[in-house]
């Protein structure tokens, strides 16, 4: 067997495989648009909080609608001069969300630095221990996402840095 490029060219040959291997998942138009169209992986959607007409702090999110996912991918509010990321963006957190229901999306997802946590500076060897023994230790950042309802679902191992891991957050929407 042969390894070649996934090209646009190559497209159709492939959307007819997928639509002939897993019909209940693909027809051929909706394999072939998937394959080629970008804005069905993911497209970008932000708001600011403004004062005296400047911004004073950002949320920028990722539609995945094929996912019925809305992630949240940096945020931030300038607090004199420091970034926070807890409650004064709790009205773009509240936006983000009104935005990701209307679309009808079921979840919103956030990944948390694991500094201040339990599962920080050390592998991970057994996932599911590690989720069901994670703590905050003071992180501020954490316990703020926990009390707005994100549950933490799971890990980008060293996704930062070694051993310093991504916590998964997950809101449900439904």
Not at 8 to 19: F, I, K, Q
Not at 107 to 130: F, Q, R, W
Not at 160 to 168: A, L, S
Request: glycine letters at 10%; proline letters at 6%.
């Amino acid at each position: 067997m042969n390894i070649h490029p996934l090209t646009p060219s190559r497209a159709a040959e492939v959307a007819t495989l997928m639509s002939t291997l897993k019909p209940e998942w693909w027809d051929f138009e909706g394999a072939n648009q998937q394959l080629q169209d970008v804005q069905l992986l993911a497209t970008l959607v932000g708001w600011t909080l403004e004062s005296d007409g400047k911004p004073k702090g950002w949320i920028l999110c990722a539609q995945f609608p094929g996912y019925s996912t809305m992630t949240i991918e940096n945020l931030g509010f300038d607090a004199a001069g420091t970034l926070v990321m807890e409650e004064p963006l709790e009205p773009l957190l509240r936006k983000a969300e009104e935005c990701a229901r209307q679309k009808g999306y079921r979840n919103l997802k956030y990944v948390i630095g694991s500094t201040g946590m339990s599962c920080h500076g050390h592998p991970i060897t057994d996932y599911a221990e590690e989720l069901r023994t994670l703590r905050s230790n003071g992180r501020a950042h954490f316990d703020f996402f926990r009390r707005i309802g994100f549950v933490p679902a799971g890990f980008i191992p060293n996704c930062y840095g070694e051993n310093y891991h991504g916590i998964i957050m997950i809101k449900s929407l439904l």
